[in-house]
Antibody, heavy 121, light 106 residues
Framework: EVKLVESGGAVVQPGGSLRLSCAAS????????MHWVRQAPGKSLEWLSL????????YYADSVQGRFIISRDNSRNILYLQMNSLRPEDTGLYYC??????????????WGRGTTVIVSS | IVLTQFPDFQSVTPKEKVTITCRAS??????LHWYQKRPDQSPKLLIK???QSISGVPSRFSGSGSGTDFTLSINNLEAEDAATYYC?????????FGGGTKVEIK
């Protein structure tokens, strides 16, 4: 069964940094683009970032551009999200998700269960 | 591209039909997908490319539309369909979700 397991969520102070990880299993991780999506409490889903299969291109939502960095380690089947300059509005449940495309963006077909980030002093 | 969903909330009785609309701020072809999110669960893909069915998803879920106006229909509503439904566009960057439609079962 295709599986995505996020980790790294924590309580962090405003202005702080955090790195989320997503361990992928039971599918060829290096054959697919990957996403990060979040959901703030009581809010809609928000797309954050996408990285293509080899890490050669990545894209970001305006809300995180310049603060978050998506990366991947295909040798270890892990997706990362480095989150810097965190703000209270970054609080939420962060999902790792798999695209059906290799080098573009089609649609998300698999989601992890999420990891919680709380930005608060 | 901004996706506007309506209604925000719908309360329906079992066996009724639910219709949810998603409107894009500009044409996105058929690059519109629908997800179901139950409380404390991860989102689940229901419909891809506006109208294409997904293996394992009950046939009472269907989608239609193209360009800027899209619809998700749920026929013969069941109790397990209580959830929030989101549209998602993959036509242009930045990718985007709609605001969601919460469906409550009376």
């Amino acid at each position: 069964e295709v599986k995505l397991v996020e980790s790294g969520g924590a309580v962090v102070q405003p202005g702080g940094s955090l790195r989320l990880s997503c361990a992928a299993s039971d599918f060829p991780f290096d054959a697919f683009a990957m996403h990060w999506v979040r959901q703030a409490p009581g809010k809609s889903l928000e797309w954050l970032s996408l990285i293509i299969w080899d890490g050669g291109s990545s894209y970001y939502a305006d809300s995180v551009q310049g603060r978050f960095i998506i990366s991947r380690d295909n040798s270890r089947n892990i997706l990362y999200l480095q989150m810097n300059s965190l703000r209270p509005e970054d609080t939420g449940l962060y999902y790792c998700a798999k695209d059906t495309s290799r080098s573009s963006f089609y649609y998300i077909d698999v989601w992890g269960r999420g990891t919680t980030v709380i930005v608060s002093s | 591209i901004v996706l506007t969903q309506f209604p925000d909330f719908q309360s329906v009785t079992p066996k009724e039909k639910v219709t949810i609309t998603c409107r894009a701020s500009q044409s996105i072809g058929n690059n519109l997908h629908w997800y179901q999110k139950r409380p404390d669960q991860s989102p689940k893909l229901l419909i891809k490319y506006a109208s294409q069915s997904i293996s394992g998803v009950p046939s009472r879920f269907s989608g239609s539309g193209s360009g800027t106006d899209f619809t998700l229909s749920i026929n013969n509503l069941e109790a397990e369909d209580a959830a929030t439904y989101y549209c998602f566009q993959s036509s242009n960057l930045p990718l985007a979700f709609g605001g969601g439609t919460k469906v409550e079962i009376k």
